[in-house]
């Protein structure tokens, strides 16, 4: 018997940071983000299983590689919590770049509690697969594992008596975000480092720059949320804005130089907004949103500047399972 499961990737558009438990119980939190459409396969087998690429799919996880071990210490820690025995086999595929912060990790945990576990329900699966990554070495909030477990766009707000509460968020128009938004990515590392860490104490600390910083994130959740729901890509893109502007706030290690100039260009002469994706260390993920007509000269601009489109559409579809007889 052989058991799979899939989740997707996300996009985060704003509350990145305030979804960890010890900063959404200091000044609260929220989070508003969607499902892409790249995911991550975990396949758990008796018999030996293949890990190597298939039908076009890259995979990102190699037998020798420091994303393999760390699959390796997600699965056992996934089985660990469920009481199960660890699999004899698992295959870890993916179809999207890994560690520049579209959420890969959560949507890797997300998927080995789906093929572990199938009957596990859904908000019991987001509990499972972020301390499945907390257990092996990830600081993490909630909203990645809610994107990958429930797909679609998401709405979440958290509070000390719940972890979170989640609402689907749909629009007037046909995902028109999709009609102004690019993902773009480029191989070029970089971490915040222990950025959560520091942002606590800067909150505990009662450092104002990082408690006002977060407090913009937050205001601009519900302009955001509206935005979407009423087709609004001109408020659209000046939340997103705010966002970014609040994120180059809260820490001068989030946006480089670099990053900050490309970022002026695209509010200066598309009239459009960008937003960095998580703290991933293996690459950077820029989302961009641009006015109707504008994105054959946004791309000439974002490969002369070295960064690769992602195709993407928003994946209404959560976590996936499947078993079969081997």
């Given at each position: 018997?052989?058991?799979?499961?899939?989740?997707p990737?996300?996009?985060?558009?704003?509350?990145?940071?305030?979804?960890?438990?010890?900063?959404?119980?200091?000044?609260?939190?929220?989070?508003?983000?969607?499902?892409?459409?790249?995911?991550?396969?975990?396949?758990?087998?008796e018999?030996?299983?293949?890990?190597?690429?298939?039908?076009?799919?890259?995979?990102?996880?190699?037998?020798?590689?420091?994303?393999?071990?760390?699959?390796?210490?997600?699965?056992?820690?996934?089985?660990?919590?469920l009481?199960?025995?660890?699999?004899?086999?698992?295959?870890?595929?993916?179809?999207?770049?890994?560690?520049?912060?579209?959420?890969?990790?959560?949507?890797?945990?997300?998927?080995?509690?789906?093929?572990?576990?199938?009957?596990l329900?859904?908000?019991?699966?987001?509990?499972?697969?972020?301390?499945?990554?907390?257990?092996?070495?990830?600081?993490?909030?909630?909203?990645?594992?809610?994107?990958?477990?429930?797909?679609?766009?998401?709405?979440?707000?958290?509070?000390?008596?719940?972890?979170?509460?989640?609402?689907?968020?749909?629009?007037?128009?046909?995902?028109?975000?999709?009609?102004?938004?690019s993902?773009?990515?480029k191989?070029?590392?970089?971490?915040?480092?222990?950025?959560?860490?520091?942002?606590?104490?800067?909150?505990?600390?009662?450092?104002?720059n990082?408690?006002?910083?977060?407090?913009?994130?937050?205001?601009?959740?519900?302009?955001?949320?509206?935005?979407?729901?009423?087709?609004?890509?001109?408020?659209?893109?000046?939340?997103?804005?705010?966002?970014?502007?609040?994120?180059?706030?809260?820490?001068?290690?989030?946006?480089?130089?670099?990053?900050?100039?490309?970022?002026?260009?695209?509010e200066?002469?598309?009239?459009?907004?960008?937003?960095?994706?998580?703290?991933?260390?293996?690459?950077?993920?820029?989302?961009?949103?641009?006015?109707?007509?504008?994105?054959?000269?946004?791309?000439?601009?974002?490969?002369?500047?070295?960064?690769?489109?992602?195709?993407?559409?928003?994946?209404?579809?959560?976590?996936?399972r499947?078993?079969?007889?081997?």
């Open positions: 018997m052989s058991s799979a499961g899939s989740a990737l996300r996009i985060d558009l704003t509350g990145g940071y305030t979804d960890v438990p010890a900063i959404y119980q200091e000044v609260g939190g929220v989070a508003l983000n969607l499902a892409v459409s790249y995911r991550t396969y975990v396949c758990l087998a018999s030996n299983v293949d890990n190597t690429s298939s039908d076009q799919r890259e995979s990102i996880y190699r037998p020798s590689s420091e994303s393999m071990i760390f699959a390796e210490k997600l699965l056992f820690h996934v089985s660990s919590i009481a199960l025995q660890p699999p004899k086999r698992a295959a870890v595929r993916a179809d999207g770049p890994k560690g520049c912060g579209l959420g890969s990790s959560a949507s890797l945990a997300v998927a080995a509690v789906a093929a572990a576990a199938p009957d329900s859904e908000p019991d699966t987001v509990q499972v697969a972020r301390l499945a990554e907390l257990r092996a070495g990830n600081e993490c909030g909630f909203q990645d594992h809610v994107a990958a477990v429930y797909g679609g766009i998401n709405a979440l707000e958290f509070s000390r008596d719940e972890p979170f509460s989640r609402s689907r968020v749909s629009s007037t128009g046909d995902h028109s975000i999709e009609q102004i938004a993902l773009w990515h191989d070029e590392p970089r971490s915040s480092g222990r950025l959560v860490d520091h942002l606590v104490l800067s909150l505990r600390n009662g450092n104002p990082a408690r006002s910083a977060i407090t913009r994130l937050i205001h601009a959740y519900p302009a955001i949320k509206q935005a979407i729901q009423a087709s609004n890509n001109g408020g659209l893109i000046a939340a997103v804005r705010e966002v970014h502007s609040a994120q180059v706030a809260l820490h001068d290690t989030i946006v480089s130089a670099k990053v900050q100039r490309l970022v002026n260009v695209i200066n002469r598309f009239g459009g907004a960008a937003k960095l994706q998580g703290g991933g260390g293996a690459g950077s993920a820029l989302l961009v949103l641009v006015p109707d007509g504008k994105q054959p000269e946004l791309e000439r601009v974002m490969v002369h500047c070295g960064y690769r489109s992602l195709q993407f559409r928003v994946e209404a579809w959560g976590m996936l499947h078993q079969a007889d081997n």
